[in-house]
């Protein structure tokens, strides 16, 4: 009789649980699939009534050797004036990456220190305002001055690091638990750095209400740039993670991923995992793009 | 006007390479064309005693002044200085060299599973940027002077990226 009691709570303790995990199993992949990209409608930035963004929060990964290398003649690219402040991410051992941060920063700084001569506004942590002031018709210059002035307490750049998803040779199964760390440790870094509050990203509006002004209507993006090794897959899991929480789009950071200089015909381990998660999609070689329909190539970059 | 030829393997283990480069046959081949001086950067790979009896050795066959070292933080000194590049098919080093615009022939790694190099190799061979070979056709590709007649590599274009981005942002 204990026996059959036993197998009755058995039962229905199998039951109960399919009645709650089937559905909540459910509701996590559907949630999953719409927050992919792929699946979700491009608001983000088509829409002709946001008007031009004031600056951009860029998050960039640096996976050591020849992936920082890359990653950093990317950056070296970029109007450090649109693009502040820069938060580097690297893996936890990976001095060798932050110096060539700090060298870049340098390099960076004085460009924009030369970009903002004359314009006599405070530059000191390397965010410029002479392009920004010449570009923005019709903004008023005090408006934009205190802008700068509010960021201009914190540095233009900082140095983060986070645990590695997968050391080289790991068996993959340990890998789960090492990228169950990075990602712990990912999660609170990427709501920290990357995302945006709501007023940030849609400043003095209301949704759906039109934009009133040039000034009150710029905005703040912000935008993850990553090229791999595993470790990024962390990243921009944390922040695929706050868009099925329900964190809308325009205040999670605009996931780029650009595949290596390296890859010809084959995407990387770290290409392959974040395909399907990534915003934007860069290749370097134009084959790619016939087998991976969502990249994009736009010639060689580094 | 050749002078240094630069053999580099990176921070990779290429024993082949670094024996071929070591090897009577091609340190001949390379004294016959003129170049009077081999760097070795030979990283993990060990060298024949005969090569680093003293670091900085005239071979007494060829007359080429043969140096070796393991390994610096930057070669780029080195590959300045190289007036024919034969290095391993990593993509840094690739980058490196076609960015200072040298005569370079590449040669992959066979042992590596991951056969992704010699991908890169073979397109920017095709494109004749580089000539690409393995150990085994190192001579001949050598003797082929293929690598005398190169394009050379476009510089980078970082305005690529940012106008991609830039675009994207909103800016």
Not at chain 1, 74 to 103: A, I, N, Q
Not at chain 2, 141 to 166: G, I, V
Request: include cysteine; proline fraction near 5%.
């Amino acid at each position: 009789m204990d026996l059959h009691l036993a197998a009755n709570l058995a039962l229905a303790t199998a039951i109960t649980l399919a009645l709650i995990g089937i559905p909540l199993i459910l509701i996590l992949a559907s949630r999953l699939w719409s927050s992919l990209p792929q699946n979700r409608p491009r608001h983000k930035h088509s829409s002709a009534t946001i008007t031009r963004p004031l600056t951009c929060t860029t998050t960039i990964f640096l996976g050591s050797g020849g992936h920082t290398a890359e990653m950093l003649q990317l950056v070296s690219g970029l109007d450090c004036t649109h693009y502040t402040p820069r938060h580097y991410v690297v893996g936890w051992d990976d001095d060798s990456s932050v110096e060539k941060v700090h060298r870049l920063e340098i390099l960076l700084g004085a460009k924009s220190a030369t970009n903002t001569e004359g314009q006599g506004a405070g530059s000191r942590s390397g965010t410029g305002t002479g392009p920004e002031a010449g570009a923005g018709a019709g903004v008023s210059a005090d408006r934009l001055i205190s802008d700068i002035k509010s960021s201009g307490s914190e540095l233009a750049y900082t140095v983060h690091r986070i645990p590695r998803s997968r050391h080289v040779h790991q068996s993959m199964l340990t890998t789960p638990f090492t990228l169950a760390k990075s990602l712990l440790v990912a999660m609170p870094l990427i709501k920290r750095l990357t995302c945006l509050t709501k007023s940030e990203a849609h400043p003095n509006t209301e949704v759906g209400r039109p934009l009133s002004t040039d000034a009150a209507g710029r905005s703040r993006r912000s935008v993850l740039l990553m090229n791999g090794p595993g470790t990024c897959l962390a990243l921009a899991l944390a922040v695929i993670g706050a868009r099925m929480a329900g964190v809308p789009d325009d205040q999670t950071p605009d996931l780029v991923f650009v595949e290596s200089f390296a890859r010809v015909k084959t995407l990387s381990l770290a290409g392959r995992l974040l395909y399907p998660l990534c915003d934007a999609f860069l290749v370097q070689w134009p084959g790619l793009v016939q087998r991976y329909p969502r990249s994009k190539y736009i010639g060689i970059l580094v | 006007m050749p002078g240094t030829v630069l053999v580099t393997v990176g921070s990779t283990q290429f024993d082949k390479l670094v024996a071929a480069a070591s090897s009577p046959s091609l340190q001949h081949i390379l004294a016959s064309y003129g170049y009077s001086h081999l760097t070795i950067q030979h990283g993990k790979s060990p060298v024949s005693s005969t090569t680093t009896s003293t670091t900085n050795s005239t071979s007494h066959e060829s007359g080429l002044q043969v140096n070796t070292y393991t390994y610096k933080s930057s070669l780029r000194e080195d590959m300045e200085q190289a007036d024919l590049i034969i290095s391993h098919a990593g993509s840094g080093s690739i980058l490196e060299a076609l960015r200072l615009n040298k005569k370079l022939i590449v040669v992959v790694n066979e042992d590596l599973m991951d056969n992704h190099q010699q991908e890169l190799g073979d397109v920017l061979h095709e494109q004749h940027y580089l000539v690409c070979c393995t150990v085994s056709t190192l001579e001949k590709s050598l003797q082929a002077k293929e690598y005398e007649s190169l394009e050379p590599f476009p510089q980078p274009d970082t305005t690529r990226f940012s106008n991609f981005l830039d675009a994207r942002m909103g800016f």
